[in-house]
């Protein structure tokens, strides 16, 4: 049980490409996210998911795209990446008892992003 | 408004001493959930505890116990004994019902332990 993987570990890119940060759980979770951790801060929302087809915005969607296709995957689209997105990418999960119950959310790895 | 506080950056103790991770939260709800989560410098974030918000009993695993106040709006964490395993930056963080989607993350405190 790999729990919550993501990939790349660490990618530098330049002002303008786009790239694809991969998530994936085999916990057979329903509800899956994106967040951002800028240095020294806490983590916020960026986009979250409560099953395959269905995806909604967190705190700070602008410049982002998600897609969730499968219940296992949802990754996170970056479009003409700019210098604010440089940050610490983390893909968590939890099980999807529903709205209103405080479910624990497990997180992968991260990504670390350099967008130069 | 909802707002997770850690108002100490950073603290530095040496090994086998006790230290307390203070947690402030406000929130207009009455049902909501409180998280720490540890990120050891590998940078992954581990849970380490939930509690919801009529559960104020505090609790004790092994070397890590919390302390839950709703009257001062507080969730502290104590490491007895600390570790040098234990140097990390440790997170609060609160959900509420009406939004529990959402992890409303603190700022973190890091805590060095020296030998």
């Known amino acids: 049980n790999a729990g919550v993987t993501q990939t790349p570990k660490f990618r530098i890119l330049k002002i303008g490409q786009s790239m694809t940060l991969q998530c994936a759980q085999d916990m057979n979770h329903n509800y899956m996210y994106w967040y951002r951790q800028d240095p020294g801060m806490g983590l916020k929302l960026i986009y979250y998911?409560?099953?395959?087809?269905?995806?909604d915005k967190g705190e700070v969607p602008n410049g982002y795209n998600v897609s969730r296709s499968t219940t296992e995957d949802f990754p996170l689209r970056l479009e003409l990446a700019a210098p604010s997105q440089t940050s610490v990418y983390f893909c968590?999960?939890?099980?999807?008892?529903?709205?209103?119950?405080?479910?624990?959310?497990?997180f992968g790895p991260g990504t670390r992003l350099l967008v130069l | 408004a909802q707002k997770v506080t850690q108002a100490q950056t950073e603290i530095s103790v040496v090994e086998k001493e006790d230290v307390t991770l203070d947690c402030v939260y406000e929130?207009?709800?009455?049902?909501?959930?409180l998280f720490w989560y540890k990120q050891p410098p590998s940078g992954e974030l581990v849970f380490l505890i939930r509690?919801?918000?009529?559960?104020?009993q505090n609790e004790i695993s092994g070397r890590y116990s919390w302390n839950f106040q709703k009257s001062t709006s507080s969730f502290n964490f104590t490491i007895t004994a600390s570790q040098v395993v234990d140097s990390a930056v440790y997170f609060c963080a609160l959900s509420e019902a009406d939004s529990s989607y959402k992890l409303i993350f603190g700022s973190g405190t890091r805590l060095l332990v020296r030998p």
């Open positions: 968590a999960s939890s099980y999807g008892y529903g709205q209103g119950t405080g479910e624990t959310q497990y």
């Open positions: 929130t207009r709800d009455t049902t909501y959930y």
């Open positions: 998911s409560v099953g395959a087809g269905i995806t």
């Open positions: 509690r919801n918000s009529f559960d104020e």
